[in-house]
């Protein structure tokens, strides 16, 4: 429900000034429950007393801004495709039902797409089939164990029923595929049916298909990627942040990080901007900056150095304010009314999908943004990346959530708001950058012609991370070169 007709419900009539300029709409929803009664008009007035308007606030300046940004979905060439706005509800068991179905159907939407797959048949019906008949079919993952003799048995489920498929140790390499499977992923299984059984053959997840043309921008223009400042944490690595916008203004580092500098077009933060307040148990003695407000306006202070025509897109993290549940909304609330009034910001969703660069004959490059939450998950659950480095290896996680074209695919692996209507963490369009964070350290691969990148931090140590058993890698940039896909890292803890 949109905010005006959510006013309205309640009888609270809006003056033609307020409804027409999204800046005073977004002032709304900072107004307290018990100012709100029916018969009550609210106007440019009545938003003043409450504070949360300025005598000089006219919102003329800012409704342009704000116009620009939020209904055209772009600043310059930066071309929002994808950012999460939806008002949270309540949410009741059937939305999770409901959320799975729609999941279950993105993705096994996609697996009918591969060749390999044809006459896919639901799991009701295979328990009517004769022994021996070889079947194809997708399930979600119910259930996985490894039985005594190391062989796997998993339970797949459809909006039909479910079934135990079998899988023999001896099959070497469909093995090594089923041990890296999780819990509630989406697989397609191709076997032959033994009473109320399937012997597996082969296994096909979503994936990616190589098709993705390795697209080269005309323009020698770079992107700058920084995740996870922590501002207002007493781990905030200050000088080397300083360091970091001497940088991108031109007047630190060697000619050639010069020159990069003034090719800068575009700036992502991928979320964590803050430390944010009570994330955990004790995290006050750990704090610089004990008010979040100020901690954006501090963030909002460093930005205001940054060159005016770098566009700087932003995307919540776990850390933020406001919802952390996944999709997070863009960060419109009134602790980062600092951030709103930067006119060359945009406040994305997490995940979010833009493009960037497009032009008449070029289509630009499609971005997917996620912090990141999830990743920690799969460096510890999935054998393979576990045995490869875990935390260290973002790129095998980055790969996996790719792979299974999920952010997160198991329940278990984030906090997440289940939407009835679609999955908006499904990753349905491939992007030619996965950019991610959270992790606190740089990492730079290539899947398929996605260039994956998990960013670095801006924060030493402390006693929460070494809990987390995360080993950051801070003050890391990367830097990616739109004309030749080359990325290169600034390490600016030297
Ligand atoms: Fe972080
Ligand atoms: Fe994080």
Redesign the pocket.
């Known amino acids: 429900m949109d905010v005006i007709t959510s006013f309205l419900k309640k009888g609270i009539l809006l003056s033609p000034e307020i409804i027409k300029n999204p800046f005073f709409l977004e002032k709304l929803s900072q107004l307290e429950g018990e100012d709100l009664e029916a018969g009550l008009i609210i106007d440019k007035d009545f938003l003043k007393k409450k504070g949360l308007l300025l005598d000089d606030e006219d919102g003329k300046e800012k409704e342009s801004v704000v116009k620009r940004k939020e209904e055209t979905g772009q600043i310059n060439d930066v071309k929002v495709l994808f950012s999460y706005k939806k008002e949270p509800k309540k949410i009741t068991v059937n939305d999770f039902v409901a959320y799975f179905n729609r999941r279950f159907e993105a993705l096994s939407s996609i697996l009918r797409q591969r060749q390999e797959l044809p006459g896919v048949t639901s799991i009701n019906r295979l328990r009517s089939m004769r022994d021996k008949e070889k079947v194809v079919f997708i399930g979600m993952v119910f259930d996985k164990t490894i039985t005594k003799n190391n062989n796997i048995i998993l339970t797949l489920e459809d909006p039909s029923g479910k079934i135990n498929v079998f899988i023999s140790d001896k099959k070497k390499e469909l093995f090594e595929t089923a041990k890296d499977i999780v819990f509630d992923e989406v697989i397609g299984v191709e076997g032959v049916v033994s009473k109320n059984f399937v012997f597996v053959n082969q296994i096909f997840i979503p994936d990616v298909p190589l098709v993705k043309e390795l697209k080269k921008s005309q323009e020698e223009v770079y992107v700058t990627l920084i995740?996870?400042p922590?501002f207002g944490s007493n781990a905030f690595l200050k000088k080397e942040f300083g360091d970091f916008i001497e940088w991108i203004n031109q007047r630190k580092g060697s000619q050639e990080q010069r020159e990069i500098a003034s090719k800068v077009k575009y700036l992502i933060i991928i979320?964590?901007l803050v430390e944010g307040v009570g994330v955990y148990p004790g995290q006050e003695k750990d704090l610089e900056v004990k008010d979040i407000k100020e901690q954006y306006d501090l963030f909002a202070e460093y930005l205001k150095k940054i060159p005016s025509n770098i566009t700087i897109i932003i995307c919540p993290?776990?850390?933020d304010a406001g919802r952390i549940s996944e999709p997070q909304p863009p960060l419109f609330h009134k602790y980062t009314e600092s951030l709103q009034k930067l006119p060359n910001v945009l406040l994305l969703s997490n995940p979010s999908f833009i493009n960037i660069g497009a032009t008449e004959d070029f289509p630009g490059f499609d971005f997917l943004l996620y912090h990141g939450y999830s990743l920690i998950y799969y460096a510890d659950n999935v054998g393979s990346i576990r045995s490869q480095g875990g935390q260290k290896r973002a790129d095998l996680i980055m790969r996996f959530l790719l792979q299974r074209r999920h952010l997160a695919p198991t329940h278990t692996s984030n906090l997440y708001m289940p939407d009835t209507e679609y999955d908006p963490l499904v990753i349905n369009k491939i992007p030619d950058f996965f950019i991610t964070?959270?992790i606190?350290r740089v990492s730079v691969n290539n899947y398929k012609n996605i260039t994956l990148i998990n960013c670095s931090?801006w924060t030493d140590i402390t006693e929460d991370m070494e809990k987390r058993g995360l080993q950051p890698q801070p003050a890391r940039v990367p830097l990616i070169n739109l004309k030749t896909r080359e990325v290169k890292i600034i390490n600016f803890s030297k």
Do not use: S
Request: glycine letters at 34%; aromatic letters at 0%; hydrophobic letters at 0%.
């Open positions: 995740g996870d922590h979320g964590d993290g776990n850390h964070g959270h606190h931090c």
